[in-house]
């Protein structure tokens, strides 16, 4: 496999559930990202790990817990999500460099009943 | 802080049209400028770049130039076919790396035969 993979591509989840997003890459890259996509709304950066390091993190309710045990995995832990939680949640990955794009994953749309 | 502002859509065009999605940022610094892609059920991919003003990404007969003196980054093509119809985002990075993007809204668009 190439690219930045995720999954699942669907999850449907009550409010009272744990789950967890998980999101692979295979291009060498040394840092990922969180994003969030919601109707009408501009991407939200979520989380951003570098060298595995959690560097920025822009006031993301505690229910979302990110985890990077190394470059090329990173998962977004779930629970207690509320409603307005529901949203399509992209990984991206880059190489730390100037001028350099970010890739996207698919994205795993969440749905929070 | 930074932001992106991207006309609304959606643009409905028929094929062959001319389209232009106009573009304009508030960013400190000199950002990279992006416009990305994302077609029904899929991550972003990027379009196209541009480093420093007065220059012009291209790709796939698409094109935006960097106008610095109007700070703006809209998207052109001179003639759209079916397969273009996508959401289009414009995004900035002001630290020259993909690391923190901030995106804009999105603009749908739809081409008919």
């Known amino acids: 496999e190439t690219g930045v993979t995720q999954t699942p591509r669907h999850l449907v989840m009550g409010m009272t559930n744990k789950k967890s997003l998980k999101c692979e890459q295979h291009l060498g890259h040394n840092a990922m990202y969180w994003y969030k996509q919601s109707a009408k709304k501009p991407l939200e950066l979520m989380f951003v790990?570098?060298?595995?390091?959690?560097?920025e993190n822009n006031s993301v309710p505690s229910r979302f817990s990110p985890e990077c045990p190394n470059s090329s995995h990173l998962f977004l832990h779930l629970h207690t999500l509320q409603p307005e939680d529901s949203a399509l949640y992209l990984c991206a990955s880059s190489q730390e460099r100037m001028n350099t794009e970010a890739f996207f994953g698919q994205g795993t749309r969440l749905t929070v009943v | 802080g930074n932001s992106v502002t991207q006309m609304e859509g959606p643009v409905t065009l028929s094929e062959e049209a001319f389209l232009t999605i106009n573009c304009t940022y508030t960013a400190t610094g000199y950002p990279s400028l992006f416009w990305y892609v994302q077609y029904p059920g899929e991550g972003l991919q990027l379009l196209l770049k541009?480093?420093?003003?007065?220059d012009k990404g291209s790709n796939k007969g698409f094109e935006a130039t960097y106008r610095k003196e109007t700070t703006s980054f809209h998207l052109e093509k001179g003639s759209v076919q079916v397969s273009d119809s996508a959401v289009y985002f414009c995004a900035l990075s002001d630290t020259g790396t993909a690391s923190k993007l901030t995106f804009g809204t999105g603009t749908r668009l739809q081409v008919t035969l």
């Open positions: 541009a480093t420093k003003a007065d």
């Open positions: 790990y570098s060298l595995e390091e959690r560097v």
